[in-house]
């Protein structure tokens, strides 16, 4: 009997020690990846990019962090994503119209912000980028932005010994392609929701407008919500808005996609969500403020053959009107998420 016993408890020590093991080396990234649920926020559609083809994982999403920080996606090293995506400015480019690029060329449209980029079902302001996977390779081999080759940059990558155990982590073993990166990228910029405004507190009840605000709320939904609709206050459209064109880079946007002249001078709707953190305005920038922007549309708006029907005869908004859209304007800034830790560069 006391045999028996000793055999036992000498088995159960065996087998703790093995599981303590298995449970150190998933650790170190010899386990599977960690199932991450995507939540669609509360009054949200159904996504256009569901993550279906590309399950999100802790390990994934990390890899896409690092990557997304990492200047070595660039060619000269100095420009990550996050050189023309800052998070304090909700992942677009603080305070310049143009982003820096590779050996000091600018880019030629205003970086958009990044943000609940799973709704759009085409990205970019001409909407020339279809599947959101492969998005990251137009800026990292744009001459003038991160003027890179895909292939050095897998080569980079896979002279860093720690990057051979963030991909084993999260796709089982340490090789590093294009497709791996890609799909991690994805996962982080997809998992980059803003929808903790004050205002989306208010519609769930938990907090209330201003009168100031109300005012502002009412007016918008009276004028502005053809375009900006509730909840991602974007329609994902594209409109021509009455913008002249620049001459220095005669942009015109969506049809540089279409080839289509109905399609002149249409940019998509951008989000109203975080715009104050986000100036300037316009796919090129040209608006320093939001009273510029909001005076654009009682005012200034280029009539032309596609122009949107919604504007051409522009929005009459007093002063008043101005300073009350203002007011409600600012509760779409989402501190939560332009301070998350999560989304910060890795340490």
Known sequence: MTIRWTIRIVLFLILGTVCVHACKKSDHGGGAPTPLSFVIPSGFPDPAYTFATNPLTEQGFQLGRKLFYDGRLSRDGNFPCASCHQQFAAFATFDHNFSHGFNNQFTTRNAPPLFNVVWQKQTHW??????????????????NEMA???????????????????????????TINSQRMLLALTQFVGSLV?????????KKGMASFAQDEQMGYTIFQSKCTGCHAEPLFTDNSFRNTGLAADPTINDKGRMRITNNKADSLKFKVPSLRNLYVTFPYGHDGRFSSVNQALEHYNSGVQVSTTV???VKNGIPLSTNDKIYLQAFLRTLTDSTFIKNPRFAAPE
């Open 308 to 310: 949107d029907p919604l």
């Open 126 to 143: 001409d909407g020339g980028i279809l599947n959101l996977e492969v998005q990251p390779l137009a800026p990292l081999t744009a001459p």
């Open 148 to 174: 890179e080759d895909i292939n050095n940059v897998i080569n980079k990558l896979s002279q860093d010994a720690g990057y051979k155990q963030l991909f084993k982590a999260a796709y089982g073993d340490e």
């Open 194 to 202: 803003s929808a903790d405004s004050k205002y989306d507190r208010v």
